[in-house]
T-cell receptor, first 113, second 115 residues
Framework: GQQVMQIPQYQHVQEGEDFTTYCNSSTTLSNIQWYKQRPGGHPVFLIQ?????EVKKQKRLTFQFGEAKKNSSLHITATQTTDVGTYFC?????????????FGQGTRLTINP | GAVVSQHPSWVICKSGTSVKIECRSL??????MFWYRQFPKQSLMLMAT?????????EQGVEKDKFLINHASLTLSTLTVTSAHPEDSSFYIC???????????FGPGTRLTVT
């Protein structure tokens, strides 16, 4: 079945350093979404990317969707302690009527203040 | 807007009993609801997709007779864990979508502990 691989599994940075997590799908995606889950909390939607090569920014967060629509990345510039959490990518398969998302394993970000 | 609630937030039950978890979309009509299971420090595993008024579509390896899903209305879906065993202990999260662009809104989750 379709798989979405996410790396790294864990990342520890000093506050102020940058952070990047990468997501790769075994098949072409219709779109990809990113979610953040704080410790003890539930996933919260961050963004959706739909177009090939799309880049979107949210303040210090930059999201990219690959040209082949099989990979994506999330980059955080100058991390802050509020960025702590697990970041999940979730891809929607490219077939008619696909509703479900396939989640990556997540990247857990911890920050040393 | 786009708030999803889950009840209960945590539950402890004995082996062999059944537990029902409710998922409600509070301020929108959810065309589709999803049920996930999450083990500690792991990703979300989709268990089933349910559309209002129709049978749920279960993912491979998920026992439909053990995890009963009912989606009776556009704002309510329930997951019943039947004859629970300790290995069913987990964090169960529902999500709901209202259609395009299919953004999923997650509930706060239900932590089930089976003793």
């Amino acid at each position: 079945g379709q798989q979405v691989m996410q790396i790294p599994q864990y990342q520890h940075v000093q506050e102020g350093e940058d952070f990047t997590t990468y997501c790769n799908s075994s098949t072409t995606l219709s779109n990809i979404q990113w979610y953040k889950q704080r410790p003890g909390g539930h996933p919260v939607f961050l963004i959706q990317l739909v177009k090939s090569g799309e880049v979107k920014k949210q303040k210090r967060l930059t999201f990219q969707f690959g040209e082949a629509k099989k990979n994506s990345s999330l980059h955080i510039t100058a991390t802050q302690t509020t960025d702590v959490g697990t970041y999940f990518c979730a891809g929607r398969p490219l077939y008619r009527g696909a509703q479900k998302l396939v989640f990556g394993q997540g990247t857990r970000l911890t920050i040393n203040p | 807007g786009a708030v999803v609630s889950q009840h209960p937030s945590w539950v402890i039950c004995k082996s062999g009993t059944s537990v029902k978890i409710e998922c409600r979309s509070l301020d929108f009509q959810a065309t589709t609801m999803f049920w996930y299971r999450q083990f500690p420090k792991q990703s979300l595993m989709l268990m089933a997709t349910s559309n209002e008024g129709s049978k749920a579509t279960y993912e491979q390896g998920v026992e439909k007779d053990k995890f009963l899903i009912n989606h009776a209305s556009l704002t309510l879906s329930t997951l019943t864990v039947t004859s629970a065993h300790p290995e069913d202990s987990s964090f169960y999260i529902c999500s709901a979508t209202a259609g395009v662009p299919y953004e999923q809104y997650f509930g706060p989750g239900t932590r089930l502990t089976v003793t």
